[in-house]
C-alpha cells in the first residue's frame, strides 16, 4: 500500500500481517480523492475507522491541513502511528484510540470531510449518521463519506443529512452526505 498523490506521493505505508484490518484499496482510494479534488484543500479531513490511517494520510499529501485518525483497535493504532511516523507529518495528525463516538465528542474544530469505513457486517452505517446528525461536528458545507458493501442500500434522506452521490466499486460502494438544504 502506498500513497497516491501529493506531497507525500509513492511512500509506501505499512499493511496488517492478517485480515482484521480491511485497508481502503487504491482504486477506491483513487475514486474518493478524484471526487473530493475540490474540498480537499485546507480541509479538516476525520477517518473513522482508519485502520492503516492510508485515507486519512492520503487527504493530508494531497492537501488537508488537519487530519484525525480515529481507530479503536491497539493493532491499528500501531500501524497507523507507524505511518504517521515513516511520513514524518506528526504536527498535523491527530491520533485518536478510542471508539468512534468518544472520539468525535473530542474533536474540537469543525469538520469539512469526514470519512468512515467501518466493518461492513456490523450494522455501523446508521449509527455514524446519527451521531453525525446530532452533533455540530460538520461544517455548514462538510461532506460524508460513508464506504460500504454494495449490496447495503444506504438511505437518500437521513434526519439532516441528504445522500448527494453514489459509486460502486466491485463489492463497494462510497455513498457522500450533505447537510439538506431544507433541514438546517
Do not use: W
Amino acid at each position: 500500500m502506498r500513497i497516491i498523490a501529493g506531497i507525500y506521493k509513492g511512500r509506501s505505508l505499512k499493511t496488517p500481517m492478517n485480515y482484521d484490518i480491511r485497508p481502503t484499496s487504491e482504486m477506491v482510494k483513487e475514486a474518493l480523492f478524484s471526487i473530493l479534488m475540490n474540498d480537499i484543500h485546507s480541509s479538516v479531513f476525520v477517518d473513522l475507522f482508519a485502520g492503516t490511517g492510508a485515507v486519512g494520510l492520503e487527504a493530508l499529501s494531497r492537501g488537508a491541513k488537519k487530519v484525525y485518525l480515529v481507530d479503536r483497535s491497539r493493532d491499528s493504532i500501531g500501524i497507523i502511528k507507524s505511518n504517521v511516523n515513516k511520513i514524518g507529518c506528526q504536527s498535523r495528525v491527530s491520533i485518536l484510540a478510542s471508539d468512534y463516538r468518544i472520539a468525535m465528542d473530542r474533536i474540537n474544530e469543525p469538520v469539512d470531510i469526514l470519512f468512515a469505513d467501518p466493518p461492513y457486517e456490523e450494522g455501523y452505517n446508521l449509527e455514524i449518521l446519527d451521531s453525525i446528525s446530532s452533533l455540530s461536528i460538520l461544517k455548514d458545507s462538510g461532506v460524508i463519506i460513508i464506504e460500504h458493501a454494495r449490496k447495503f442500500k444506504m438511505p437518500t434522506i437521513y434526519k439532516n443529512l441528504e445522500a448527494f452521490k453514489e459509486k460502486k466499486y466491485g463489492k463497494k460502494a462510497l455513498t457522500f452526505y450533505r447537510k439538506g438544504k431544507n433541514n438546517e
